[in-house]
């Protein structure tokens, strides 16, 4: 158990509607981290806050957006979902702002159908 | 652009052997980090081992240690005495020092221990 604990497991939803991905890093890491695993992308990174601040931006798509809580837990808002959403998101946290030691969650499967 | 590429999709090994796993990489920077993470099939994401560029000794944790050359941008993961336990999905990473935790992955390498 990495500590990370990522809330649902699993979620299936249809085109067109709109989820909300939970993420509680693990106690005292300031961080976290929003990955995305699909067949075709394979593992992207999607964004990083510190301390409720967001840090860093990748391939995120405008339709997605996240923040990071008071309390350092973090949300990713997936909006007007399409079968593309379809993936494993993965949430990651680390003491510092690098990452250079991130831990990760057990993930959420998304299924868009 | 960094990329990371894993030329093996699928290795098998037997219990107690050794196996090799490749991974080079692409980058013009000089000051970096490359991981080895395993997905078992509970697809937790695992750090096995991590490397520093500016550290020229290869790290090692327990059975697992890498093969790491800067020049040929190469990074290797070698796994001694193979246990059925380690059958799982092993990706490459790596993360400029400063992109704040933008891991790049590679598209992973799926190995199988075999009794």
């Known amino acids: 158990d990495s500590g990370v604990t990522q809330t649902p497991k699993h979620l299936i939803t249809a085109t067109g509607q709109r989820v909300t991905l939970r993420c509680s890093p693990r106690s005292g890491d300031l961080s976290v981290y929003w990955y995305q695993q699909s067949l075709d992308q394979g593992l992207q990174f999607l964004i990083q806050y510190y301390n409720g601040e967001e840090r860093a931006k990748g391939n995120i798509l405008e339709r997605f957006s996240a923040q990071q809580f008071p309390d350092l837990h973090s949300e990713l808002n997936l909006s007007s979902l399409e079968l593309g959403d379809s993936a494993l998101y993965f949430c990651a946290s680390s003491v510092g702002v690098e990452g250079s030691e991130a831990f990760f969650g057990q993930g959420t499967r998304l299924t868009v159908v | ?115």
């Open chain 2, 1 to 115: 652009a960094q990329t990371v590429t894993q030329s093996q999709p699928e290795m098998s090994v037997q219990e107690a052997e050794t196996v090799t796993l490749s991974c080079t990489y692409d980058t013009s920077e000089s000051n970096y980090y490359l991981f080895w993470y395993k997905q078992p099939p509970s697809r937790q994401m695992i750090l096995v081992i991590r490397q520093e560029a500016y550290k020229q000794q290869n790290a090692t944790e327990n059975r697992f240690s890498v093969n790491f050359q800067k020049a040929a941008k190469s990074f290797s993961l070698k796994i001694s005495d193979s246990q059925l336990g380690d059958t799982a999905m092993y990706f490459c990473a790596f993360m400029n020092r400063g992109s704040q935790g933008n891991l790049i992955f590679g598209k992973g390498t799926k190995l199988s221990v075999k009794p």
